[in-house]
């Protein structure tokens, strides 16, 4: 199947590189005063036509970033363009991160960590986000406004999970949280936190092996935190779940049925049929 569209040029920031992490690296330390951790928040509906005004004087600052290493492919152009309109839309800076910022002998998906970089202090809320996740075209919901949670925790990430016991089972720890990695949501406080307990040597393992979600659960762990709020499944929802016109963000998979994994075709084929019908 051929692409929707030529795909008009999008500009992104030059690649920034580093050997080494862009903050210092300290042996895991003693956190007493953690943040306080409500219990999950249960949300069986949230309220439509939710978005706030972005000029507000009592807005937080917030920021909504990607990241990409590599030449940037046909999906994730359509998907930058997509959810910088979305960062706009909810009164949020947009970032495009690019290149192995993180760490350089790690993986592309484990440099979404870079979000816990100090240079991001500024901000309130930082949001990461894959790039093949689109929001839906009717959303008047704010990924700020409208939920507080971290990362999402449904079925497909409790069963990675198993799956990280037994390659990891010195590291994983089922009283922690283990969340999805298309989508992260940090305030400033979990942040810094969570930063405080980065240790390269243990990091590594997770070089192309669970990669951001792992580096989360161990620093969770080590920071012991052991209550964090879940975020919906609406905002990474799965392209081939049904009722997708009733998601916030879709992410966009092979998989075409969520009863069969061996059925898959391109992201790209899933997402034009998704376009095509109106969704995104």
């Not at 700020?144 to 010195?170: L, S, Y």
Request: proline fraction near 4%; include cysteine; charged fraction near 30%.
């Amino acid at each position: 199947m051929s692409n929707e569209k030529k795909i008009k040029s999008i500009k992104v920031n030059s690649p920034i590189r580093t050997n080494k992490f862009n903050f210092p690296l300290k042996k895991p330390v003693e956190y007493k005063n953690l943040f306080a951790m409500d219990k999950p928040r249960v949300v069986t509906r949230l309220k439509s036509n939710s978005i706030k005004n972005p000029e507000s004087k009592y807005a937080k600052k917030k920021i909504i970033m990607q990241h990409y290493t590599g030449e940037i492919k046909d999906l994730a152009k359509l998907s930058i363009e997509n959810i910088s309109e979305y960062a706009k839309k909810v009164g949020s800076e947009y970032k495009l991160i690019t290149g192995n910022v993180f760490n350089s002998n790690l993986s592309p998906p484990c440099q979404k960590m870079h979000m816990l970089n100090e240079i991001f202090d500024s901000y309130d809320v930082v949001v990461m986000m894959d790039t093949d996740m689109f929001k839906t075209k009717n959303v008047n919901l704010s990924i700020f406004e409208d939920t507080d949670g971290v990362g999402i925790c449904a079925k497909d990430q409790k069963r990675v999970f198993e799956m990280f016991k037994k390659k990891h089972p010195n590291l994983a720890n089922k009283e922690y949280p283990y969340f999805g990695g298309c989508i992260w949501r940090m305030d400033l406080n979990l942040r810094q936190t969570l930063r405080k307990h980065l240790v390269e040597d243990e990091i590594l393992k997770f070089n192309c092996s669970f990669e951001d979600e792992a580096i989360f659960h161990r620093l969770a762990t080590r920071a012991g935190i052991k209550e964090c709020k879940i975020l919906e499944e609406m905002w990474g929802y799965g392209s081939y779940y049904p009722n997708l016109e009733e998601q916030a963000i879709i992410h966009i998979r092979t998989k075409i049925n969520p009863n069969n994994k061996f059925l898959k075709r391109t992201k790209m084929e899933n997402y034009i049929e998704i376009k095509n019908g109106g969704i995104i």
